[in-house]
């Protein structure tokens, strides 16, 4: 028995379909025809990529079955309602929300720090997922508990969640203990214990909620201090040279930015990754340019950093400092959701001009502007920053977090669905090269008339796992726990796993399955698999240049354009208050 997620079909994606032209069929599409290409990793990636993905693949493989195993013994009610809630501080969302904040009450060289960071983090990992293109832990036997629909869609190594949290801890904790620090020490030892508190719950949480495994969140954990480690003995350095120097240092800093954009590398499957990368290299780009002319007006700050926003709490007054934050999250949101929806409508003609001047570089799975009539108008699938009309739903995912969790069991997306049937052909393989050379297993010949299935109806057990009923595991002599997880991985039991003797039926140790049968009955298995999971919804080539505006211009409202409209309608410091 399989267990595949069920998602029905909303009127958002109806009218996605009506308004766009029909999209091309992938090869993925073509497979789900046969799906009898078992070589889609070799036959996608290149020797370089596809060599390392092979012997890393075997972690995710040997992991697997211990997730299960903890997941099984810890899982209860509090800990999923309390884990889906704490990834909820690790995502794009609550960041891209909370960091202009600091900007905005003249924690400026904090801010930026935690923008390079954050910036970072999620650019490598994401080069690492796309790069390598490996799958998440395997469900079944795992469960996986999210109250995202876009994350089960990504690649799973490294952790990106594991990459922020870690960099995060080690920068603060870094900048706590360090001589110029002139925190209490009983106020130090409270931030760094929740920060500590932070970190642990991000990372175990993405175990518990089987998304990702062990060696994902240690190389994304060790990503993380890394890159932190960089800002902290560097940082101080970069930020000399971007404000001493000419307007040369922002465009460098934009050139360099695009560039990364344009090699970053492209994934053998339909994994949006690469969209938060677009997202948060915008980010930086208006952040260091907002950040270098605010320094140039006069009317920043210079201590405790250049570009810094005035701001004194005992000046302003709680009533200003709460309504400045009020009026820069309306501007930020105002900003997305108009030049979002101009962008989508302007830039398809430009971009059909350019591609018939043969200037276009295009991107695998996104649709060329000549392809197509019009983007559609709502493209809900932005999870860095949320529309005005997703903040309702958002705020309700963070109260109500049981309402709005969803459990899956079951691939997800096509690199569950390839790993799936990779792993499945792996353990008939083994199983088979075992039972020849222990002779323990033969072969017989079955008419077509024959009902040669009857046995394993009879000898199917029914085992409970984490609350789910799994059939189709065939009695085997003492099974250990982490073996009956290890079958599941497979969708099903392996072919050729030694049959215990059955002295009814005068049947020992013979497969009752021709291999012609058993991959007929794959084929089919695997168009309903292929069928069933969520297929990420047309991308389009103007989208890209779309998010860089966008979230750049987030960037420059953070750091320059939010304090300029906070003295202009009045909310900002006195020039007799400094």
């Known amino acids: 028995m399989r267990f595949?997620?069920?998602?029905?079909?909303?009127?958002?994606?109806?009218?996605?379909?009506?308004?766009?032209?029909?999209?091309?069929?992938?090869?993925?599409?073509k497979l789900d025809a046969g799906l009898k290409n078992l070589d889609h990793y070799k036959q996608r990636l290149p020797s370089w990529r596809y060599t390392p993905r092979t012997k890393l693949i075997s972690f995710v493989r040997m992991e697997t079955p211990y997730l299960a195993w903890m997941q099984d013994k810890v899982r209860c009610p509090a800990l999923d309602a309390y884990f889906s809630l704490t990834a909820n501080l690790g995502t794009h969302t609550?960041?891209?929300?909370?960091?202009?904040?600091l900007f905005w009450c003249g924690y400026t060289d904090l801010g930026r720090a935690m923008i390079h960071l954050l910036a970072s983090g999620v650019?490598?990992?994401g080069v690492l997922k796309d790069l390598l293109?490996?799958?998440?832990?395997?469900?079944?036997?795992?469960?996986?508990?999210?109250?995202?629909?876009?994350?089960?869609?990504?690649?799973?190594?490294?952790?990106?969640h594991a990459t922020n949290a870690v960099s995060v801890v080690v920068y603060v904790s870094f900048n706590l203990s360090s001589p110029s620090s002139t925190i209490q020490p009983g106020l130090r030892l409270l931030i760094e214990s929740m920060l500590y508190l932070y970190?642990?719950?991000?990372?175990?949480?993405?175990?518990?909620?089987?998304?990702?495994?062990?060696?994902?969140?240690?190389?994304?954990?060790?990503?993380?201090?890394?890159?932190?480690?960089?800002?902290?003995?560097?940082?101080?350095n970069y930020a000399k040279y971007l404000y001493t120097s000419s307007a040369k240092a922002p465009l460098i800093v934009i050139l360099t930015m695009l560039v990364l954009v344009r090699i970053h590398p492209e994934p053998a499957d339909d994994c949006p990754c690469f969209d938060d990368s677009v997202a948060f290299a915008g980010v930086v780009c208006g952040i260091e340019a907002g950040n270098w002319h605010f320094a140039q007006t006069g009317l920043s700050?210079?201590?405790?950093?250049?570009?810094?926003?005035?701001?004194?709490?005992?000046?302003?007054?709680?009533?200003?400092?709460?309504?400045?934050?009020?009026?820069?999250?309306?501007?930020?949101?105002?900003?997305?959701?108009?030049?979002?929806?101009?962008l989508l409508k302007g830039l398809p003609p430009v971009f059909r001009i350019i591609e018939k001047l043969g200037l276009s570089l295009p991107r695998r799975f996104f649709m060329q502007a000549s392809e197509y009539k019009k983007v559609p108008s709502h493209l809900k699938d932005d999870k860095v920053i949320p529309s005005v009309s997703d903040i309702p739903s958002f705020l309700s995912s963070i109260r109500h977090p049981n309402k709005n969790r969803a459990i899956s069991v079951g691939p997800?997306?096509?690199?569950?669905?390839?790993?799936?049937?990779?792993?499945?052909?792996?353990?008939?393989?083994?199983?088979?090269?075992?039972?020849?050379?222990?002779?323990?297993?033969?072969?017989?010949?079955?008419?077509?008339?024959?009902?040669?299935?009857?046995?394993?109806?009879?000898?199917?057990?029914?085992?409970?796992?984490?609350?789910?009923?799994?059939t189709g595991l065939l009695p085997t002599p003492n099974p250990s726990r982490l073996d009956l997880y290890e079958d599941m991985m497979a969708a099903g039991p392996a072919i050729c796993t030694p049959i215990t003797p059955d002295d009814e039926t005068g049947l020992r140790g013979e497969l009752v399955r021709t291999a012609s049968q058993d991959r007929r009955q794959d084929e089919k298995e695997n168009r309903e698999m292929f069928s069933r999971i969520e297929k990420p919804r047309v991308r389009y080539d103007v989208e890209v240049v779309?998010?860089?505006?966008?979230?750049?211009?987030?960037?420059?409202?953070?750091?320059?354009?939010?304090?300029?409209?906070?003295?202009?309608?009045?909310?900002?410091?006195?020039?007799d208050a400094g």
């Open 123 to 125: 650019f490598f990992s």
């Open 133 to 160: 293109c490996l799958p998440r832990p395997l469900s079944p036997p795992l469960q996986r508990i999210s109250m995202s629909r876009s994350a089960p869609l990504e690649y799973g190594f490294p952790s990106t």
């Open 94 to 101: 609550f960041y891209m929300l909370a960091l202009p904040i």
């Open 4 to 29: 595949y997620p069920r998602r029905s079909a909303t009127s958002e994606d109806s009218a996605d379909n009506e308004e766009s032209e029909p999209r091309s069929t992938t090869k993925a599409e």
């Open 412 to 470: 997800q997306s096509e690199a569950d669905a390839y790993e799936a049937m990779a792993f499945r052909e792996k353990r008939r393989k083994e199983s088979t090269s075992s039972a020849k050379a222990s002779g323990s297993i033969k072969r017989r010949q079955t008419t077509p008339g024959e009902d040669s299935v009857e046995y394993f109806d009879r000898a199917k057990s029914i085992i409970r796992l984490n609350g789910v009923p799994v």
């Open 301 to 342: 700050w210079d201590y405790p950093a250049p570009a810094t926003v005035p701001f004194q709490l005992e000046v302003l007054g709680w009533p200003i400092a709460i309504g400045r934050i009020l009026l820069g999250v309306i501007v930020i949101l105002m900003w997305r959701s108009i030049m979002k929806s101009a």
């Open 199 to 236: 970190a642990i719950s991000i990372i175990l949480g993405r175990l518990y909620c089987g998304m990702h495994g062990f060696s994902d969140v240690v190389i994304g954990g060790l990503l993380g201090a890394v890159l932190s480690l960089i800002e902290c003995w560097h940082g101080d």
């Open 546 to 575: 779309t998010k860089l505006i966008v979230y750049a211009g987030i960037g420059w409202i953070a750091s320059e354009g939010g304090p300029l409209l906070f003295a202009l309608v009045g909310l900002g410091m006195r020039d």
